[in-house]
Every structure is written in structure tokens, then in C-alpha cells.
T-cell receptor, first 111, second 116 residues
């Protein structure tokens, strides 16, 4: 079945440093979504990417969808303590009708 | 408040018991998804319902079952509970249809199940 892998599993950064998490799918995706889960909270939808090579920005967050629609990345510029949490990517396969979540990247930010 | 309501928030029960988790989707959403999240783990897909019908099944144990009612709320039944079933159980909803454009999922705040 479809697998979605995310790296790294954990990342500690100093406040102000940049952060990137990478997502790779074993199959071509119809779209990819990103979610953020704060400690003790529930996943919250951030964004969806649909087109090959698509890049979207939300303030300090930049999301990319690979040309082959099999990988994606989330880059945070100048992290803040409010960025702490686990970031999940989730891919929708061309054949499927449900999302497959990656294992998540847990971001910790030292003030 | 995300609009997806899950009850109860916490549940402590003994091994061998049966529990029912309830989820009310966001108004207008036809699809309901159940996920299991063990401590510091990812989200494991259990099952999806769309407008009352089962749509997709993930790694759901035979001891677990679910249904979606005509008013679109859903229940996840967990029976013969084992210690390893202790986890956060999330319900999510979306307007996703069988084909076409897909939307982000809206998650509820989860039910934390502890089996002792």
C-alpha cells in the first residue's frame, strides 16, 4: 500500500533558526496536505498542494510540492516558540479517497 | 472549537471491557474518519464513513467496529480491550466526496483512552 515517510523525526532549533521537514511518498500523489499538531492538541489543517512544482507561502512557512508529485517540503524561516509542535504531511493517492499521513516531524524551539 | 465534537474526552477502563467513542462531524461534512495516535506516534488510519456508508478501511482490528448514523454522527466501538489499545483516538470530518477536489480534514480534540 501507499507509504508516506517524513524526515527528520525530531528537530531541535534555536529560536530564529530555520527549519525544514521533508515528506516522501512511495506512489504518485493526487495532492498533499500539511497539518500542525501542538503539544496536547489535535492536528490542524495548514494547506493543500495540488499542482506539480507548486509553491505556497503562509507568512514564514513555505510549502513545496515536487515536480513528480511524490515529495513535498515545509520550510519555516526564523522559527519562533509558537512554531513548536508536530508537523504532519498527508498524501492522497491518485487511486485512493483517503489521506495517508506521514509519521510527523516534532519541532522543538529553544528560546 | 474546530466544529468536530468528540466525547468523552477521557476514558479509563479495564482490560477486556468494551467502550464506545462518539463523534459529531462539522456541520455540512459528510465524511468521518477515525484515527488512532499512540504516545508520540503518528496517525494510524482506522476507518472512513461517507454519508452513512463505510468507504475505506485501514489497520482496524477485528475487535474494533464503527458506524455512521443518519444524522452523520459516528461511533467507534472498541471491545475486548487490551493495554496496547491505550491511545488518543481522533475523529476527523471533511466534505470529501468520491471524486473531485479534496479538502482538508477538521479534527476533533480526541478521546484519550487508558486501559488499565
Amino acid at each position: 500500500g501507499q507509504q508516506v515517510m517524513q524526515i527528520p523525526q525530531y528537530q531541535h532549533v534555536q529560536e530564529g533558526e530555520d527549519f525544514t521537514t521533508y515528506c516522501n511518498s512511495s506512489t504518485t500523489l493526487s495532492n498533499i496536505q500539511w497539518y500542525k499538531q501542538r503539544p496536547g492538541g489535535h492536528p490542524v489543517f495548514l494547506i493543500q498542494l495540488v499542482k506539480s512544482g507548486e509553491v505556497k507561502k503562509q507568512k514564514r512557512l513555505t510549502f513545496q510540492f515536487g515536480e513528480a508529485k511524490k515529495n513535498s517540503s515545509l520550510h519555516i524561516t526564523a522559527t519562533q516558540t509558537t512554531d513548536v509542535g508536530t508537523y504532519f504531511c498527508a498524501g492522497l493517492s491518485n487511486a485512493g479517497n483517503m489521506l495517508t499521513f506521514g509519521g510527523g516531524t516534532r519541532l522543538m524551539v529553544k528560546p | 472549537d474546530s466544529g468536530v465534537t468528540q466525547t468523552p474526552k477521557h476514558l479509563i477502563t479495564a482490560t477486556g471491557q468494551r467502550v464506545t467513542l462518539r463523534c459529531s462531524p462539522r456541520s455540512g461534512d459528510l465524511s468521518v474518519y477515525w484515527y488512532q495516535q499512540s504516545l508520540d506516534q503518528g496517525l494510524q488510519f482506522l476507518i472512513q464513513y461517507y454519508n452513512g456508508e463505510e468507504r475505506a478501511k485501514g489497520n482496524i482490528l477485528e475487535r474494533f467496529s464503527a458506524q455512521q448514523f443518519p444524522d452523520l454522527h459516528s461511533e467507534l466501538n472498541l471491545s475486548s480491550l487490551e493495554l496496547g489499545d491505550s491511545a488518543l483516538y481522533f475523529c476527523a470530518s471533511s466534505v470529501a466526496r468520491g471524486t473531485g477536489f479534496y479538502y482538508g480534514y477538521t479534527f476533533g480534540s480526541g478521546t484519550r483512552l487508558t486501559v488499565v
